[in-house]
């Protein structure tokens, strides 16, 4: 089995990045993301054995001792197309 460790956005930004999306189709450029039929996300890690349990109780850890970090896009220049 194949595993991932992926970060998700909020919902705000996830509805902005499946609309650029739907932009980047309809301007012919590409459909890839919308075949994946995909959250919009980060990619940190992939993996394709590990001891699961322990790797979710690593993650925890981390998360607890991280805070939430601003993030930012420039969706704007990207509609100038």
């Not at 909020?10 to 999306?21: G, I, M, P, Q, V």
């Not at 980060?42 to 109780?57: H, P, R, S, Y």
């Not at 850890?61 to 100038?80: I, V």
Request: charged share 30%; aromatic share 14%; glycine share 2%.
């Amino acid at each position: 089995m194949q595993y991932a460790v992926e970060l998700y956005f909020d919902k705000e930004t996830e509805n902005k990045l499946l609309s650029l999306a739907n932009v980047i189709a309809e301007k012919g450029i590409s459909t890839k993301f919308l075949e994946w039929k995909t959250r919009p996300h980060l990619t940190l890690a992939c993996f394709n054995d590990v001891k699961e349990i322990e790797c979710m109780e690593r993650l925890k850890d981390f998360a607890k001792n991280h805070n939430k970090m601003p993030f930012l896009l420039g969706f704007e220049l990207l509609y100038e197309w």
